[in-house]
């Protein structure tokens, strides 16, 4: 036998308990490991069902080096196993002290001189003739433990060291195989974006944590939960199961699980409810509040816990609060926002690395490459999912190299595997396997009708027999004692639940079909496939699709009532035919149109596993919704794509974009455009190549020559100030304008091209710069690539324009500037294109309106993507005019010339700036209103427009 490894980089805890015994003797252990972790000490023994492998033996190597006490159980079994005394071995090497407790009489014939010299030497305890006395005698040769909220935390570590599913050492050794991983939800769902998940949440103060079933979610919490209260100074965490949540205020929550811990100063301190949230602010420790499972609570309570979370919340705003759900579940989206003002994260699943790194880490690595290789796409596709590959990796081991070939039956496995273990131990010897299984389908049954997941003892036993209860509650499938819920996780109860109504479904697949007539004069009955559309059945569905005799009519008929769900179960249930496979890609198609965004969340989920090139146009259409939770999944799967993907969502968004912009209010326009940002490629909005160079596609708007009012008159607009009077006629010839001020990624263009960008001197030659301005450019505050580029300043638009006019064929010395392509408007040129003829006060009328451009009464407060206000375009339908930037002009505000060319685009002198912006209100975003800025200011709210003349005719 292989000598154990030295232990992992930092073992945490310093008084572990370890115990060293042999398996025939578990049953004692257990007794004594639940009773020394009621008065508060962390005990270390070996996780059930462990064989071996070289994370088993370093874990026996992690828990011996940090405890200060080794139990060694004396049994015939024990001194003859070489398990016990290796572990003994390493235990004397360390100094440990030893403490030998006598189970059953030893034979004189002990092998190891090890085991016989420990046994002579060393005082034990005798337990073969009782319990209690022995153990009130073995307290005394322990190490006290803590008390107060110090003892809390011991106790917390030790509950969750407990067994059969408990954060032992050995799940411990797991998490090094598999860590967590999650990614912000809001930023797509993208790999490349993840953390792991416990190094994120200890810095987090509002966190939602959103996961798939089995995806860690409940063990991340008890992980966090476990190094929180081992740190020194413990930071105190309180864990909520929401199950079992029943409508009380949390407050009380978290005083009745302070009080389980029987802490006499915790106890004084909390006599009464009202002292909960006194005690609370007044304890100098940190407190993590953990909401484990909000998708769990009952539909009555729903409204209540949101409530109470964000109370708490305002309450206790330093404190810590981290709630985990099934992403598919409506309330977390209820939740976020006002005083509960939370990041998403979304667990991510585990690469394929991991999993074979994991299977070779447990078994050998033959057997995981032989496993790995034995696993079809499907099969391989559930490895994702912790929970199932390490049921997975059990099944291999229990049937010697045979898996199962599903989902479903990959749960039935297990359950198989859980109840063979009762009849080896005799546990259940009067009640019949098929009793058992029946009792459970029954109990998982009720429960989802509920759509609880926990039953009052009570209530069980008014639908199974008692000594029925009793026998499951052995097996550890089911766990509590007044209170029971399935174990080890959810999904276990949702296994039972299928095989519950799989009678029941397969006969309404095999009923003939209802003659049409009689639908005319009443409705079909109801049935159990009608839960398919209910998200709480859905983890039953996909189950039952692994294990039913038809899978072919179950998806069809699934998705008749929830395409994506039938799409799941065609996925990860059993193989289907292309029939079946073409229906349902049909269903989920038609739900990509619907007005509800739940169907199109739900038409996204199915068609991400549908091969991509077949619903890349479906796909990019969702990519382009409006709802974000529709959008992002969908852009995440093209983006995998590379370029195809990005092409079609840059197609989709310009081909809709009028229609779906019209829906929304301002708030929601400037959100949406900020997302899409990346695919916005409309003209006028982005870069185009050309010879091999990246130039801003400018959509320019012809300006017809002839005369137009310019200035104002106090008497028709009482806001005019006096630089703005006389009112007059100025007549101008043709010109052409920039639909929309220069965006953020076409300046971006002229500051990346290379050494005849920003950086070459021509652009700057002649221009009055301060030292240093043109080192550098100016820092874009909003960065997104449709929204006006800001922060530059007269010196750096004039640059862009002697760049872009050299670029298209244009000149570009200041004393030639009518031979430029590109330059800035003068302010007349600037009034006319946002005016028209008729004089009016804003480009789109004489009463402001604050919903045709981006002012502050619009109430953005930043930038929006240009184009967003049609309705206030000018007549020429020149965008952006009132509101968003304030536009650079050519123009001396002091000495305004007639023409560009008599311009002194040499002086330094104060220029004019016209149109408004989002930090100023209606009066300066009336299209006759100027004002002057000395023109190395850099704004945030300070962008510009160009312009071509004469006319670019094609260009």
Known sequence: MSKLPPPSASPKMQDHIFISYSSKDRAFVDQLAEKLRGLGHTVWIDFEGIRGGEPWKQSISDGLHPSRVVLLVLSPEAVQSEWVEEEIRTALSLKKMVIPLLLRPLPPDIPSDLLRGVIREIHYRDFTKGFQHPFEQLLQDLPKPQSGMMGYCAKLIARLAALPWGLDHYIQEQAKLLPIYASPYDEGLRKQAGENLLKRLKGSRRTIVLGEPGMGKSVALERLAWELASAEPPIVPIIITLREYDGAPLLTWIRLMLLASDEPPIRDALRHPEDTERYLRDTPLTFYL????????????????????????LQFPHYSIIVTSRV????????????????????????????????????????AGALWQRLDERMRGLTVTPLLLWLIKEAWQETKGRIPGNRGELYASFIERMLRRDDDRKLSASISREARLSALERLALALHDQQAISISRQQACELIADEVLEALLINGLLQGEEVLRFAPHQTIQEHFAARGIQAEVEAVLQAPARPRWRNLFSRPEANRLDEAANTWWAETFIQLAGITSDPNRLAQKIAERNPWLAWWCVREGRAVNPETERIIQAQSARLVDSDSAADRRNAVQALIRLPRAR??????????????????????????????????????????????????????????TRQMADYDQRRGVGVIIRNGISLPDIDWVPIPAGEFVMGSDKDKDPQAYDDEVPQRKVTLPAFEISRYPITYAQYQAFIDDDKTGFRDARWWEGLALPEGHNSAPGEQRFKYGNHPRENVSWYDAVAFCRWLSWRLGGGYALEEISTWAVRLPTEVEWEQAARGTDGRIYPYGNEFDASKGNTRD?????????????????????????????????????????????????????RVVRGGSWVFSRGFARAAFRVSLLPHVRLNRLGFRVVWLPPSQGH
Not at 328 to 342: C, H, I, N, P, T
Not at 886 to 909: F, K, V
């Open 328 to 367: 598919q579940d409506e309330s977390w989206r209820e939740l976020r926002g006002g005083s509960f003002d939370a990041e998403t994260l979304v667990v991510q699943a585990i690469t394929e690395q991991q999993a074979q790194a994991y299977l070779t880490a447990h078994l050998s690595a033959a057997d």
């Open 615 to 672: 619903v890349i146009p479906e796909l990019a259409r969702l990519a382009c919704d409006v709802e974000r939770s529709v959008a992002e999944p969908a852009r995440q799967a093209l983006d995998e794509l590379g370029e195809v993907g990005k092409e079609a969502i840059q197609r989709a968004f310009i081909k809709g974009f009028d229609e779906r912009i019209q829906k929304l209010n301002a708030l929601e326009k400037a959100e949406y």
């Open 290 to 313: 953990l909401l484990d499972g909000l998708n769990e609570v009952r539909p009555a309570y729903r409204e209540t816990i949101l409530h109470e979370i964000r109370r708490l919340a």
């Open 858 to 910: 619009t109430g953005l407060r930043q930038t929006s993507a240009v184009g967003l206000f049609h309705a206030g375009r000018s007549p020429y339908g020149v965008e952006d005019m009132s509101g968003n930037v304030w536009e650079w002009c050519l123009t001396d505000y002091d000495s305004p010339a007639p023409r560009a060319e008599e311009e002194n685009a040499r002086s330094s002198t104060r």
